[in-house]
C-alpha cells in the first residue's frame, strides 16, 4: 500500500514569489492535513481538507491556502513568500474522520526555502 | 492555546537501559494521544497511540496515560542505538481532527 506522498522534496524560492506543493494521501484516506515544521516553533497545524472542504484552519495568515480534489490529493499554496516561511511542510492523510480515533500518517515532506 | 510541554533534552541513555519520555498537555478534553518518531531529516512515523487511562504496550514501548494529571508517558526498554532520534508527543484536538505536537524530545542512546 502507497504511503503519502508529497512533490516536490526541495524546493528554493525568493521573498514574493508564491509555491504550490502537492500530497497524494494513502488510498482510502479522504482526510488530508498540513503542517508546517520549523526548528523554533515545531509542527504547527496549517488546515485539514476533507470531501474538497476545508473542515479545519491553524493560526496561519491568509497567505497560506489549500484546496483538495476529488480523487483526495490535495495542495496548499503559500503567495507573496517571506523567509519566515522556511520550512518543512508535512501533509498527513488520515482514514477515521471523527472525533474519535484517528492516526496521521505523514508523507516525506517538502522542505521550502526562502532566500 | 492548547499546548503540549515536552522536555527538550537530550536525553541520553546507554544501550540496554530504560528510557522514560514525558509529555503533559493543557486540553483537559482530549481523548487521543500519540507518540511519533522523528529522525534527522526525517518526517515523524508513529510508534503508538493511547486512548485510555493506563498502560499499554507494544513490543519494547509502553505509554502510559493519566488524563486525571493530564500527562502521557512512553517508555522504551532495551534502549538501542537506533532508538536515538526525537519523540514528539501528540495530542488530538477534542472536538476537531487537528493535532497539537510538543517540541519533542531528543533521544541520544549510546552503545
Known amino acids: 500500500k502507497a504511503g503519502v506522498t508529497q512533490t516536490p522534496r526541495y524546493l528554493i524560492k525568493t521573498r514574493g514569489q508564491q509555491v504550490t506543493l502537492s500530497c497524494s494521501p494513502i488510498?482510502?484516506?479522504?482526510?488530508v492535513s498540513w503542517y508546517q515544521q520549523t526548528p523554533g516553533q515545531g509542527l504547527q497545524f496549517l488546515f485539514e481538507y476533507f470531501s474538497e472542504t476545508q473542515r479545519n484552519k491553524g493560526n496561519f495568515p491568509g497567505r497560506f491556502s489549500g484546496r483538495q480534489f476529488s480523487n483526495s490529493r490535495s495542495e496548499m499554496n503559500v503567495s507573496t513568500l517571506e523567509l519566515g516561511d522556511s520550512a518543512l511542510y508535512l501533509c498527513?492523510?488520515?482514514?477515521?474522520?471523527?472525533?474519535?480515533?484517528?492516526?496521521?500518517?505523514f508523507g516525506a515532506g517538502s522542505r521550502l526555502t526562502v532566500l | 492555546q492548547k499546548e503540549v510541554e515536552q522536555n527538550s533534552g537530550p536525553l541520553s541513555v546507554p544501550e540496554g537501559a530504560i528510557a522514560s519520555l514525558n509529555c503533559t498537555y493543557s486540553d483537559r478534553g482530549s481523548q487521543s494521544f500519540f507518540w511519533y518518531r522523528q529522525y534527522s531529516g526525517k518526517s515523524p512515523e508513529l510508534i503508538m497511540f493511547?486512548?485510555?487511562?493506563g498502560d499499554k504496550e507494544d513490543g519494547r514501548f509502553t505509554a502510559q496515560l493519566n488524563k486525571a494529571s493530564q500527562y502521557v508517558s512512553l517508555l522504551i526498554r532495551d534502549s538501542q542505538p537506533s532508538d536515538s532520534a526525537t519523540y514528539l508527543c501528540?495530542?488530538?484536538?477534542?472536538?476537531?481532527?487537528?493535532?497539537?505536537f510538543g517540541s519533542g524530545t531528543k533521544l541520544n542512546v549510546k552503545p
Open positions: 488510498s482510502g484516506h479522504r482526510s
Open positions: 498527513a492523510s488520515s482514514f477515521n474522520t471523527g472525533a474519535g480515533a484517528n492516526v496521521l500518517t
Open positions: 501528540a495530542v488530538k484536538d477534542a472536538d476537531f481532527n487537528k493535532f497539537y
Open positions: 493511547i486512548y485510555s487511562n
